[in-house]
Nanobody, 124 residues
Framework: QVQLAESGGGLVQAGGSLRLSCAAS????????LAWFRQAPGKERDIVGR????????YYADSVKGRFTISRDNAKNTVYLQMNSLKPEDTAVYYC?????????????????WGQGTQVTVSS
């Protein structure tokens, strides 16, 4: 069993930055594939980025590539999402998720545990 807790969301102007954190308890992050998803009102939950279990490969959605970075601190059992050059279309609830499978996936259904989500609002 893993418990995830996101933090760091808030209101920011376009062009600004935020860093989201996802702290895990119960198991270590090194045993899981990691991902960040986001969901805007009326839309599906979409992948933002992920780190594969095994080779540590990092993948980013085209919409955030070059602006967002996922990193992990295994000692703190925490994964981060650094978001730079934020745009109004980045406004959404952001979720971290972990899954016990080798490799990575952009499908929410592959992930076993989810955080409660944190709201990110980018004003124009």
């Amino acid at each position: 069993q893993v418990q995830l807790a996101e933090s760091g969301g808030g209101l920011v102007q376009a062009g600004g930055s935020l860093r989201l954190s996802c702290a895990a308890s119960g198991r270590t992050f090194s045993d899981y594939a990691l991902a960040w998803f986001r969901q805007a009102p009326g839309k599906e939950r979409d992948i933002v980025g992920r780190i594969s279990l095994g080779n540590g490969y990092a993948y980013y959605a085209d919409s955030v590539k070059g602006r967002f970075t996922i990193s992990r601190d295994n000692a703190k059992n925490t994964v981060y999402l650094q978001m730079n050059s934020l745009k109004p279309e980045d406004t959404a609830v952001y979720y971290c998720a972990v899954g016990r499978f080798v490799g990575g996936s952009s499908w929410p259904s592959r992930y076993d545990y989810w955080g409660q989500g944190t709201q990110v609002t980018v004003s124009s």
